[in-house]
């Protein structure tokens, strides 16, 4: 982004001329990429008089425009004589926030006549004593305290990100804007509906690309339990009318099925509102799951089993620690994960696989799901396996308002 040797960059000439009168001069840089308008835009154009925007706006004489690159804004402020040498980053950083609230002041865009809030403030600024600046040696002063200062601003933008996220996060709890998707699991014997599993999904617009992003920062940010109840009551409130033999599937971490309120109090009256009861609910043991004691695990289990809940193990085959949850904790149902399924009908060891889950689920009376089925290749395959349920984008996609079952859910093949 800067070039040692420019002297017409970052302002190095004018620099120069204003060293003798002020000893100590630190560097501050400003992302202004948030802005869409105003000052934005102005200070794009040529000729934009950032010097006389500086004096009026800040109505100080020490401090003045260095350079304009790649949407960051360089200035250089004199620092009072009177400083101690560790106050120096303290007084820059003062000075940068005023700086940006001066700009939002007159800025149209994000923040529109509206006063930043500290946090604002301190996203997206750098700052950096300019230590040694003698004649001889400004290019390489300047130099390291551009690297520093972009370094703080990074730092800032990432830091502002997460706490951008669990803003958003707690808006999303706050305001019950996550949704339930359904998408149905089939019985490969008649090709009637066996029942859905609930997915969360994000709300339009949400700064999270996903469900697994959105779960991943609620845990990071021990949200995780508040997260986890709301996604399990959006799945009860909103699923689809079931048929007294049909299951719902939700997704649940061991963390919260360990936890004494998980289907205690107000979950069992979700279930009741939706006419449901607990052999109806299959809780689905997923892939954040980490099971440490295997003991404890069973016990909790065993608990939820006298109640009439059933339990599945989801992504078996994915990795080492779904075949060992599988073997330890003997669940009712076993997900084959989608990697297993694409394209198994062109592939031998996948098929030899898949028949060693089958096998192995028929003597230990637990069923078998297929997941991510979306060729006939590979539903015809599973079926003849002898495969117990099956799931997947050709059977149907995930939907708020899913199908209704029929006796037609899987295509002919």
């Not at 995780?224 to 079931?242: G, M, V, Y």
């Not at 109806?280 to 003991?295: K, M, P």
């Not at 003997?330 to 031998?348: M, T």
Request: proline share 4%.
């Amino acid at each position: 982004m800067f070039n040692r040797m420019a002297t017409s960059w970052f302002g190095i000439e004018q620099l120069i001329d204003r060293i003798e009168h002020h000893p100590s001069i630190g560097l501050i840089g400003i992302d202004l990429s948030e802005w869409s308008g105003g000052l934005a835009t102005k200070f794009r154009e040529e000729g934009f008089e950032w010097e006389n925007w500086l004096s009026r706006s800040m109505n100080r004489n020490d401090l003045w425009f260095g350079d304009e690159v790649s949407g960051h804004l360089w200035l250089y402020a004199g620092l009072p004589n009177s400083l101690h040498a560790d106050e120096g980053d303290r007084y820059l950083r003062a000075m940068a926030k005023r700086v940006k609230e001066a700009i939002a002041a007159e800025s149209v865009g994000k923040v529109r006549h509206t006063r930043p809030t500290s946090g604002q403030k301190e996203r997206g600024i750098g700052y950096a004593s300019l230590q040694g600046l003698e004649r001889a040696s400004v290019k390489d002063v300047v130099y390291d305290g551009v690297v520093k200062a972009t370094e703080r601003i990074r730092e800032s933008l990432s830091g502002h990100r997460d706490w951008e996220l669990r803003c958003e996060l707690e808006r999303l709890l706050a305001e019950s804007s996550i949704k339930s998707v359904y998408q149905p699991i089939v019985r490969l014997g008649d090709g009637k509906i066996f029942g859905y599993e609930a997915l969360t999904r994000c709300p339009e617009g949400s700064m999270f690309d996903g469900p697994l992003t959105l779960f991943k920062f609620a845990e990071k940010n021990q949200m995780a339990l508040a997260l986890d109840r709301l996604a399990r009551e959006t799945a009860i409130r909103h699923s689809p009318a079931l048929g007294a033999m049909q299951k719902i599937f939700i997704n649940v971490t061991m963390s919260i099925i360990n936890d004494p309120h998980f289907v205690s109090g107000q979950t069992v009256r979700w279930l009741n509102e939706k006419g449901i009861h607990p052999g109806q609910v299959v809780f689905e043991l997923t892939e954040r799951s980490s099971v440490d004691d295997f003991e404890a695990a069973e016990k909790i289990l065993a608990h939820y089993r006298t109640q009439g809940y059933e339990i599945a193990i989801d992504d078996a085959g994915a990795g080492y620690s779904s075949l060992q949850s599988i073997v330890e904790l003997r669940p009712d149902y076993i997900k084959v994960d989608r990697s297993l399924v694409r394209q198994a009908d062109n592939d031998e060891m996948k098929k030899h696989m898949l028949r060693t889950f089958v096998r192995f689920a028929k003597k230990m009376n637990i069923r078998t799901v297929a997941e991510g089925i979306e060729r006939p290749e590979e539903l015809r395959l599973l079926r003849a396996m002898g495969f117990d349920y099956a799931q997947g984008y050709l059977i149907g996609r995930p939907s708020e308002q899913p199908a209704a079952a029929n006796p037609g859910a899987i295509p002919k093949v």
